[in-house]
């Protein structure tokens, strides 16, 4: 069963940095494109961020753009987040997902297999 772990959320003051990091196993890591997604209490799930399987082409939402940054290690199997410049508004439970069909949009539907979420929460 495919598993994708989440960790280095926090709690921060506004205008740090934060790195989120998921870790998968039992999948073809470098097949899949990977997502992050984050939900804020009384929210819809959002897109935040992508990063393709090859050559890792990354697309962003406009609310993050400039602030954050998608990376991936294939030899670790394992995608990145780093936050910098958090906001207030950054804050809510930040999920990585897989898409194995290779699809890297900001359809939250369109990726097999999500994490359990680490909470990212910006004091002002």
């Known amino acids: 069963q495919v598993q994708l772990v989440e960790s280095g959320g926090g709690l921060v003051q506004a205008g740090g940095s934060l790195r989120l990091s998921c870790a998968a196993s039992?999948?073809?890591?470098?097949?899949?494109?990977m997502g992050w997604f984050r939900q804020a209490p009384g929210k819809e799930r959002e897109f935040v961020a992508t990063?393709?399987?090859?050559?890792?082409?990354?697309y962003y939402a406009d609310s993050v753009k400039g602030r954050f940054t998608v990376s991936r290690d294939n030899a670790k199997n394992t995608v990145f987040l780093q936050m910098n410049n958090l906001k207030p508004e950054d804050t809510a439970v930040y999920y990585c997902?897989?898409?194995?069909?290779?699809?890297?949009?900001?359809?939250?539907?369109?990726?097999?297999?999500w994490g359990q979420g680490t909470q990212v929460t910006v004091s002002s």
């Open positions: 997902a897989a898409a194995p069909s290779g699809y890297s949009g900001s359809n939250s539907a369109l990726y097999n297999y």
């Open positions: 039992r999948l073809t890591f470098s097949t899949y494109a």
């Open positions: 990063v393709t399987r090859n050559p890792g082409i990354t």
